[in-house]
Structures are given as C-alpha cells and as structure tokens.
C-alpha cells in the first residue's frame, strides 16, 4: 500500500520561527493565480505518480502544512476527488487535516463542510496548531490568534466532533518562562496552565503533538534575536561568535517540554513518537508510515519520498526517475525540487536528491526512525554493521540509566530515553 502526503503552502502571514515553504498570502497581489497554479502543478504530479504505479491502494491521505483553509473546502475536496480517481481509496485508513485555529469561522465552516463529505470514513482527523497559550509568545510570533480566542475554539470543537474525528493539539515547547512577584519562573500564568491541565485531563482530545522551537538561520525570529543581541555584545566574551549561539535557552526549552510532557502523561495518554502522544490505538497512520518506513510519497516542493520493492510497477517508477539507476536495489528516496517556479513549471524532482539506498543506508534510517517511536526494534544484531563495536556495553549501560529496555535482543526506548536521543543515536552509531 501507499500513503500520500498533500502541502497546502498558503499562510495568511509567515509566523517569526517558520522555516517551510510558504506563500504568505496577505503580500501578494496575484495570491488567486498562484493558488491555481499550485493545484495545477499538484493535479499533475498526482496523475504522474498514478500512471507509473498502477492505482495502488492509499492506506493514508494527509493535508498540512497547518494551512489546507487556504484553497477552500472545494478545492480540498477537488484535490481527493481526484486522487480517488487515479488511486484506490476503497481501504483507506485514515485522512488527515492541519489547520491553524484561525480565522475561526473559516476553520468551523471547512470542518463541517469536510464533516458532511466525509462522515462514512474510519478516520477524520484533524490537528490543531495551538502552539502556545501565552500571550506574548503569540504575539511575538505572529499568531493571529490570543489565549481567550483559543479557548472559544476549544470549546466550539465539542460541539461538532463526530463518532469518527480524531483531534490532535500540537504545542511548541519556546521556552519562555514569566516572573512571578516572587521572583520564581512561571510557565504562562498559573490560570493557564491550570486550563491546560483541565484540557489535558478531559481526554477530550484523542492525541497531543509537542516539539520543541528550532530556530533555523533563515527565520525572521533568528534575525530579530541576533540583531538584537549585536545591540548587547558588550556583554558576551570578544571570542563569542554570535552566528553559532542558539537562540534559545536550552535549559528552559526543555523545562517547558518536561513540564507539558508529563501533564500529558499523567493523564494517560500514551509516548509513541518523539514529540507526539495520543490515547491507545489512536496514534497518527500518518506518523507511523512514516517512522516505519512504508511507502509514501510527499507531493510539494523540498519534500522526501520512499518507496520500496514491494510497491507494484517499483523498477518503472525508478526508471522514470533515472534510466541509468539499478532497477534491482530494494529502496528509493528521492526529493522535490526546492524551487517552486520550477515546481509549477513540473520540474518536480530535485536530480541532486535521487537516493538508491543500499543495505547499510537503510538500517541507518531503520535505525533511526524506530528508535524515535515506541516500538521494538526486533533483533539488534540486524544492525550490527553500522553500530560501534562495543555498542553492547553501551546499550546495556543505557539500560541501568533506564534509558531502555533490552531482552531477548529485543530494544525498546523508555521515555527517559527519547527524551536524550540525539545523543545516543550519536554515540552508538557508527556510520552518520
């Protein structure tokens, strides 16, 4: 089977911290043409993939980035019914929407247009980028949204869940603490994180999402951060070198992801993935495609594809990517162009990103990904020839850390152990 993934590349303003490609567009004039331009340039690329492989079954059909309000329900609906016409939805698991909570009764009217549509389907399910309830934190990043806002979308969302929409709420740990009277470091206000809790607690929602901010050297809210810091450089050592400094605090990112963590723990919702978190049985089939590493293709710029042996018409679609590629090796991955002229002009795939992956590059990416999820990696011995040589010892000293379990071979990550897993994945691994 095979997922799909739609890019809706449309924001009304371009958030401080984003680092995706997007079209903000409250600054464009021609923003109608480039909207049909886009779906054009999609509809192609939806029929390309179709004709190579055959109509294959969709096990997963997912519109982000947080934005799909953008081309409108009719457009949305456009998009699926002619995805559902050169592939086979019969078994489809799971459809999947982002949407930012704003403007709400452009959101409230989507959700129950696509409701409407789509009330016979397994799986509805929508993700909410809440990303913060402070105030200043919204403002400052260009949130067009405020907590009181958020908390009248919240409560509308009750009113129109049906028996087969799955919410999911993501939040971004920005690690931006207030001082209370007492001088002590205080996560929003204590009104706001006690409605956090009720939330959290009602088990309204079936799923959260929780990351934490990276600043990229390209995002306006880097830019504004070191411009103000080259104000201040007084204070830091002459040797400091103020392109490298991270914006943020370390410490107090991950203080506040601790702290939302476990309020979502507590309340037993389930760690499957790195950042996300959901009920039993409710986990994203998005996600786990992905971190499985089943097949599935991204359709917009800069996006990654895999695709593996199993998949009918496997050696034609490698063949159409790169005649001189060995149509015998077992996986593929392989980017979109970054450039969306060349993008709507359907030069959609990037040449310098075409990866056959051999044997060691797949346990690499195996390894990597199932250790982010909840999931057993089977035998650890398959990976012998990409770990260092004493990665026994090393696992073994994870797991008195309580960083994992091992028996049998079997490897299971803890809590704890997502929790430091760069730095593991550092340590152990012997080809990156």
């Not at 995706?20 to 109608?32: A, T």
């Not at 971190?291 to 679609?317: C, D, G, H, T």
């Not at 850390?401 to 152990?417: A, E, G, R, S, Y």
Request: charged content about 20%; glycine content about 0%.
């Amino acid at each position: 089977m095979l997922s799909l993934y739609v890019h809706i590349p449309f924001c009304n303003q371009k958030c401080k911290y984003c680092s995706f490609n997007i079209f903000p567009v409250n600054n464009l004039s021609n923003s109608q043409k480039i909207i049909d331009n886009y779906i054009a340039s999609l509809t192609k690329e939806i029929n390309f993939y179709s004709d190579i492989l055959a109509k294959p079954q969709i096990k997963s059909l997912y519109f982000g980035w947080w934005t799909p309000n953008k081309i409108w329900a009719q457009n949305i609906i456009k998009i699926i019914d002619q995805i559902a016409s050169k592939f086979d939805l019969e078994n489809l698991a799971e459809l999947s929407f982002e949407f930012n909570p704003y403007p709400q009764q452009e959101i409230y009217s989507i959700i129950q247009e696509l409701n409407n549509k789509y009330k016979s389907l397994a799986r509805l399910r929508y993700s909410f980028w809440i990303q913060s309830l402070d105030n200043k934190i919204l403002q400052q990043s260009w949130r067009e949204t405020t907590f009181i806002w958020l908390v009248e979308f919240l409560r509308w969302l009750r009113d129109i869940k049906q028996s087969n929409n799955l919410f999911n709420f993501d939040f971004i740990a920005f690690g931006k603490f207030n001082e209370t009277r007492k001088w002590n470091q205080q996560l929003w206000d204590q009104n706001t994180l006690n409605f956090f809790q009720d939330f959290v607690n009602s088990l309204f929602a079936e799923s959260f999402s929780l990351y934490t901010l990276e600043l990229f050297h390209w995002s306006l809210r880097y830019h504004e951060q070191l411009k103000w810091l080259s104000t201040t450089k007084t204070w830091w050592p002459s040797t400091f070198d103020l392109t490298t400094w991270r914006i943020s605090n370390d410490d107090d990112i991950y203080n506040e992801f601790s702290l939302l963590k476990d309020i979502i723990l507590d309340s037993w919702y389930i760690r499957y993935e790195l950042s996300n978190f959901s009920k039993l049985w409710k986990s994203s089939i998005h996600n786990r495609v992905y971190r499985n590493m089943e097949n599935y293709i991204w359709l917009w710029v800069a996006w990654s594809s895999f695709l593996n042996s199993n998949i009918p018409n496997y050696q034609k679609i490698i063949k159409t990517i790169n005649p001189d590629f060995d149509i015998n090796n077992k996986w593929i991955r392989f980017t979109n162009t970054q450039n969306i002229t060349d993008y709507i002009n359907w030069k959609i795939i990037d040449p310098n990103n075409i990866q056959i992956l051999n044997d060691d590059d797949y346990l690499i990416e195996k390894f990597f990904l199932w250790l982010r999820t909840d999931q057993w990696i089977d035998n650890i011995d398959e990976f012998t020839n990409i770990l260092v040589p004493n990665y026994q010892s090393l696992i073994y000293s994870y797991q008195e850390q309580w960083f994992c379990t091992i028996n049998d071979k079997k490897l299971k990550l803890t809590d704890q152990w997502m929790d430091v897993f760069n730095s593991i994945i550092t340590d152990i691994l012997n080809k990156i």
